[in-house]
């Protein structure tokens, strides 16, 4: 069973059994972030990944920046971070992968541009067989 269910680009289905999400900018209380905040956010994404999954290859989906502010302009984040954990075949084995992204709403519904790149995405190379 599992929450959403994608075609892969090797015809078989991807299954996201596991789905966490936060505010990207939840620990940000002052001020506003920078470039280099915004670095560090998506670290310690991909390294929360790293941990909560130790034995699992992770994938990023690089975030869209916008600039928001009228008089002085700055880089911000899509609002939700995402973290599925997704499932399936590949030719040899029941392949795991990690894949993080954020966007801007609360999934469901995952962003159609992020369920085109996932089912674009080269299961065969990058899933791994979960083995330690």
């Known amino acids: 069973m599992s929450l959403i269910t994608l075609k892969g680009k090797n015809g078989h289905n991807l299954h996201i059994s596991e789905l966490f999400q ?10 506003r972030p920078d470039e280099d905040y915004n670095q560090e956010l998506i670290k310690r994404f991909v390294e929360n990944a790293e941990f909560r999954w130790r034995h699992v290859p992770n994938y990023l989906i690089q975030p869209k920046i916008r600039f928001t502010g009228h008089k002085d302009p700055y880089p911000r984040l899509p609002e939700v971070e995402c973290m599925a954990y997704v499932d399936g075949y590949t030719k040899k084995y029941w392949g795991h992968l990690v894949i993080l992204w954020m966007q801007e709403k609360v999934a469901p519904p995952i962003d159609e541009e992020i369920i085109a790149h996932i089912e674009s995405l080269d299961w065969e190379e990058l899933a791994g067989d979960g083995d330690p």
Not at 22 to 31: D, I, K, N, W
């Open 22 to 31: 936060r505010m990207t900018y939840a620990g940000l209380y002052l001020g």
